[in-house]
């Protein structure tokens, strides 16, 4: 049995048990972290030096990192195709956009965008420095947007651990109250995103117990 110790309202979480519902695994997911505590605790941090989520056991292999949660299991349980392809040149191909989209874009959207408008007080956020944030994510819609083109996906017709890396921030980019500017095509590529179960189930949470008090 994979299990998975992070809470549900962990994005990060978020991307790892949804790529796992994706690959068709079961899965045990422990609360840990935030109002659940357990991530300082001695044991868990004898698995995870750290102290964050998600942190993931699977036999005797314990391994914290989203993305390298992922690819290893894509690596291990996958089927070689579209999600993760065994082709070394494809693989670098698909690996390249999920490395951009944990390093950049859900990195410079989590803390200065969403931290910001809703895990800030109204009163103590910086609206300079929150505009400037958006404006420089709409850079990287940009980049993503001529990426999918015409195709469904980030990598062309199917899913791949890109889409993984790189979707799940956009339910809470199209569920903030922020200005956004009009992109048809990233649009439609969360709309895409939002008919698929594993999306829906493992993305799609309410993140209220993270909201600041005075944030709206």
């Not at 109002?35 to 056991?57: I, R």
């Not at 089927?79 to 070394?88: E, I, K, R, T, V």
């Not at 980049?143 to 339910?171: C, K, R, S, W």
Request: glycine fraction near 8%.
């Amino acid at each position: 049995m994979i299990t998975v110790y992070g809470r549900a309202t962990s994005s990060n979480v978020q991307a790892v048990m949804w790529g796992i519902d994706e690959l068709g695994l079961e899965c045990e997911r422990l609360d840990y972290g935030l109002n659940f505590g357990g991530n300082d605790t001695p044991e868990y941090l004898a698995m995870n030096p750290h102290g964050l989520v998600p942190t993931l056991k699977d036999g005797d292999l314990v391994l914290w990192e989203s993305c390298a949660i992922l690819r290893y299991l894509a690596t291990k349980y996958g089927d070689g195709g579209a999600f993760w392809p065994a082709d070394p040149v494809a693989r670098a191909r698909v690996d390249m956009w999920a490395e951009w989209g944990k390093a950049s874009f859900s990195r410079d959207f989590t803390v200065p965008i969403f931290w910001a408008r809703v895990r800030t007080a109204a009163v103590d956020r910086d609206g300079a420095a929150l505009a400037a944030a958006l404006d420089r994510f709409d850079g990287y819609l940009g980049h993503l947007e001529a990426q999918l083109g015409d195709n469904p996906y980030v990598m062309g017709a199917d899913l791949t651990l890109a889409d993984v890396v790189i979707g799940h921030v956009l339910f809470r980019y199209f569920d903030i109250d922020i200005s956004r500017k009009d992109r048809p095509v990233i649009a439609a590529y969360y709309a895409r995103l939002k008919q698929r179960p594993a999306f829906r189930e493992h993305v799609m949470i309410s993140y209220d117990v993270l909201r600041a008090e005075g944030a709206d």
